[in-house]
Structures are given as C-alpha cells and as structure tokens.
Nanobody, 122 residues
C-alpha cells in the first residue's frame, strides 16, 4: 500500500509560480510512475503531468511549457513546478501513483493523495 501526501498549494496571482510536493511512503517508489491531476469545481479530474520510473515525462498541451515534473527517488518525492499560472489553473491538485508506464488516465492510477488547493487570482 502506497500513501501519498501533497503539500505546497496556496494562493498566487496570475503569472506567479508554485511548487507542489508529494511524499510517498509504503511502497517501492522508484518503480512507480507518478502523476499529478487536478480537479476544478464542476469539472472532471484531468491529467496535468506524469513522470515514469525512468524519468520520462508527459504533459497535456494546456500546461506544456509552463509546468515541469521531477522526482527524487532517494527522498520518495515528486514535484510539480508550475510557472506562469493562470486563473484557469485553479483547482485541487492530486498526486497519484501507478505501476504502469506513464499513464494519462486517472483510472490507471492505484494510489492517490488527499489533494492540495491551488488558487490563482486574476
């Protein structure tokens, strides 16, 4: 069983930056693909970034060039650096873990954190 705890959310102005962190415990972190998803009120949960066990990364077009993802297998941590934030980035952000190679669908992720709120003011 893998436990995930996110941190780093908050309130930021348009154009600002935030770095989200996710600490994993209870599993073989280095073998897992890690993903970040977000869910805004009234909307479906959407994929925003993923990193494989071998450090391949993937992003949707909506965040490409603004968000980066990284992992530190020694610390069991994954990070989401978000730059040039926009009001439409406002959502609860979730960290997730999957045994599959870099999936984009939430159904492919077995473990989820509780989420951290990101609010971007205009």
């Amino acid at each position: 069983q893998v436990q995930l705890v996110e941190s780093g959310g908050g309130l930021v102005q348009t154009g600002g930056s935030l770095r989200l962190s996710c600490l994993a415990s209870g599993g073989t972190f280095s073998s897992l693909s890690m993903g970040w998803f977000r869910q805004a009120p009234g909307k479906e949960r959407e994929f925003v970034a993923g990193v494989s066990s071998s450090a391949y990364s993937a992003f949707p077009d909506s965040v490409k060039g603004r968000f980066t993802i990284s992992r530190d297998n020694r610390k069991n941590m994954v990070y989401l650096q978000m730059n040039n934030l926009k009001p439409e980035d406002t959502a609860v952000y979730y960290c997730a873990a999957s045994p599959s190679f870099l999936p984009r669908m939430s159904s492919s992720y077995n473990y989820w954190g509780q989420g951290t709120q990101v609010t971007v003011s205009s």
